[in-house]
């Protein structure tokens, strides 16, 4: 009986909560690359996010938490999935992988991730308790319309570009075929 | 008490709540799933101009309990050519969802399990899991019937959603909140359905739609699709689908009701009636479960292509419009 009360302490809850959050971006983003079915792989990409979520929660922002929900699984997943949906039958056999595709996808990969980790590592970091307390939706709300106006509006000029693309590539589609 | 007093102890406050709502949460789930699915055959029969199910209990109430336990009694078969994990993933990804939303409905100005103050929010980020499953369900099956209905559910929910968060963004203006508990207080002289009633209309149709009611129930349209993306599905699995499906009637109806229909407060004018909160909340969510029913037995299926344009050509734009009106509207009222 002690044994398990002392595994439900906040504390020990919290530390088990982060290992399995971790355990999920890093199981998900496994899914994500090595499977050779896209659609496990956009499924494990979903599994990564939704453990990304979970880091947020954890960090204390449930708000954050459920917008990268809404929008990474929720719009942007499940239009991914909703493309190849209709691209290949179960059936069929998959394609070989090609080396130098692999070689330069671990090189790309490899480029981003040290080039990541030089900016980590040489950014020193505040706390965000000590930058402000205030943490709420309503300041976020604030932040992202006055402050941080122009990257709100960068991200829009590019989902507009996205929802153009979208357009003229289906035009192009439907004239061809038609 | 005193076992009670044991488990407070043993899990602390905060735990205990959540295991006793999730308890509660699951015991509700079935019994709201036997009871609806009796309802909607009576309902239909009603309707057509029949009886419906009448052996088994008084009323045939106890038809459901029959009927479940059939299905848990029956074979869950694996047809051949699926893809086994995600077939078995499906069933279980579609009551997720189910089980997180009913966390932050309140069902009384206590009975809330957790008043998260992103409440609505949380509802509607975990209802893409719903839409997943459907997805992974029909493709993993490998089967045309399956996978088209899969396509047509995500077309039809991607669409859907837009106007349904817009006009919920209307509702969330006016009361300033995303908790349930706090949007429900701001409807303390005017229910916002007298307020915002285009809001409510497209709400409710927009949920008809999120729930793959008919007269949108193209996804598993029996006349072209068999049974859609849960064909392949047999016993407890395709049971699953079903409680999910009721469940979500009850989940979008409750939505309704905390945001359109004064949550636990009583009819206007009937206030001084000695009825807790609960019981008017409940009142209210199966009225429009009941509206619902009516109108899926009333209206014939749309067709996709009346689907989707409906959705963008109208919904969408009124929607819109009625959150820059209201935008402006309660901008000049503060």
């Known amino acids: 009986m002690n044994s398990v009360q002392s595994l439900i302490q906040p504390h020990v809850l919290a530390q088990i909560g982060f290992a399995g959050v971790v355990a999920l971006i890093l199981a998900g ?20 996010l939704t453990g990304v979520a979970g880091i947020f929660v954890y960090l204390g922002s449930p708000f954050i938490a459920l917008m990268e929900l809404l929008i990474y699984v929720g719009a942007i997943c499940i239009s991914i999935i909703f493309a190849i949906m209709l691209s290949r039958p179960l059936h ?34 505040q706390p965000a308790a000590m930058r402000s307390s205030d943490w709420s939706v309503t300041t976020l709300g604030t932040y992202l319309l ?25 035009g192009y589609a439907r004239r061809s075929t038609s | 008490m005193a076992a009670w007093q044991n488990l407070v102890n043993f899990l ?7 295991v006793v709502g999730l308890v509660g949460v699951l015991a509700l789930v ?51 050519h699926v893809d086994r994990k995600l077939f078995m993933l499906a069933p279980i990804a579609v009551f997720l969802p189910v089980l997180v939303s009913f966390v932050v409905i309140p069902f009384s100005e206590r009975l809330i399990i957790r008043d998260m103050n992103v409440g609505l929010l949380l509802i509607f980020a975990f209802s893409t899991f719903n839409v997943l499953a459907v997805l992974v369900g029909g493709w993993a099956s490998n089967n045309k019937y399956s996978l088209l209905g899969a396509v047509r559910a995500v077309a039809q929910n991607v669409a859907y959603e837009i106007p349904l968060l817009l006009t919920v963004l209307s509702v969330v203006m006016w009361s300033n909140s995303l908790q349930m508990s706090e949007i429900v207080a701001s409807q303390s002289k005017v229910w916002n359905v007298f307020w915002m009633p285009v809001a409510a209309l497209i709400y409710l149709i927009c949920a008809t739609a999120e729930t793959n009611r008919a007269p949108f129930d193209i996804p598993e349209a029996e006349s072209e699709l ?38 636990w407060k009583s009819f206007p004018g009937l206030g001084f009636l000695p009825v807790p909160g609960w019981i008017w909340f ?53």
Request: glycine share 6%; net charge positive; proline share 4%.
């Open chain 2, 30 to 80: 079935q019994v709201n799933a036997l009871f609806l699915v009796w309802l909607e055959r009576k309902v239909a029969a009603h309707i057509q101009l029949r009886i419906g199910p009448k052996e088994v209990g008084p009323f045939g109430i106890l038809q459901t309990i029959v009927d479940g336990i059939k299905l848990v009694s029956k074979e869950l078969i694996t047809p051949r």
């Open chain 2, 226 to 263: 068999v049974a859609g993306f849960h064909t392949e599905y047999s016993g407890m699995r395709f049971a699953l689908f079903f409680l999910a499906e009721y469940s979500n009637m009850l989940i979008v109806a409750a939505v309704a009701t905390t945001l359109f229909f004064g949550g």
């Open chain 1, 146 to 170: 006055t402050r941080y106006d122009l990257v709100f509006e960068v991200i829009s000029l590019v989902l507009l570009v996205a929802i153009l693309g979208a357009i003229i590539i289906s």
């Open chain 2, 282 to 334: 409940f009142a209210k969510t199966y009225v429009l479960i009941f509206v619902a029913m009516w109108v899926r037995w009333t209206f014939p299926r749309l067709r996709f292509d009346q689907l989707m344009n409906f959705c963008w050509k109208i919904m969408i734009p009124v929607a819109l419009l009625h959150l820059i009106v209201y935008a402006g509207v309660i901008k000049i009222i503060n």
């Open chain 1, 29 to 48: 983003a496994l899914i994500a690359v090595f499977p050779r079915s896209i659609l496990y792989n956009v499924l494990g990409l979903i599994v990564c």
């Open chain 1, 92 to 125: 069929l056999s998959l394609p070989k992988r090609r080396l130098p595709k692999v070689g330069l996808a671990l090189g790309v990969g490899t480029a981003v991730f040290i080039m990541l980790s030089a900016i980590i590592s040489r950014t020193e970091w």
């Open chain 2, 12 to 18: 602390g406050p905060d735990l205990t709540r959540i």
